[in-house]
């Protein structure tokens, strides 16, 4: 069993920032990636960003590249997502998320999922 503890998100006007945090505390694993997917109300939930843990490789959906951060620190098991440039179109409640293997933007190969935090983007 893998916790996620994910923290961050908030009510923020469109230009500004926020960052979120996701921690898997005291364990240590091998091959693993970590994403955050988001979910408006009525709609699917769609991936936003996610690395591969050991090589650091990340990838991003279209609509957020340039603006959001996908980043970890590998002493607190935490991965982070600095969004920039936020626009209502972004508010939803995101998600971090834990498979083994690498990553992937279909939310459904992803075993362990954060509670979710809302992320409000007032234009």
């Known amino acids: 069993q893998v916790q996620l503890v994910e923290s961050g998100g908030g009510l923020v006007q469109a230009g500004g920032s926020l960052r979120l945090s996701c921690a898997a505390p005291?364990?240590?694993?091998?091959?693993?990636?970590m994403g955050w997917f988001r979910q408006a109300p009525g709609k699917e939930r769609e991936f936003v960003a996610a690395?591969?843990?050991?090589?650091?490789?990340?990838f991003y959906a279209d609509s957020v590249k340039g603006r959001f951060t996908i980043s970890r620190d590998n002493a607190k098991n935490t991965v982070y997502l600095q969004m920039n440039s936020l626009k209502p179109e972004d508010t939803a409640v995101y998600y971090c998320?834990?498979?083994?293997?690498?990553?992937?933007?279909?939310?459904?190969?992803?075993?362990?999922w954060g509670q979710g935090t809302q992320v409000t983007v007032s234009s």
């Open positions: 690395i591969n843990w050991s090589s650091g490789n990340t």
């Open positions: 005291g364990r240590t694993f091998s091959s693993f990636a």
């Open positions: 998320a834990f498979r083994w293997g690498y990553s992937d933007p279909d939310h459904r190969q992803y075993n362990y």
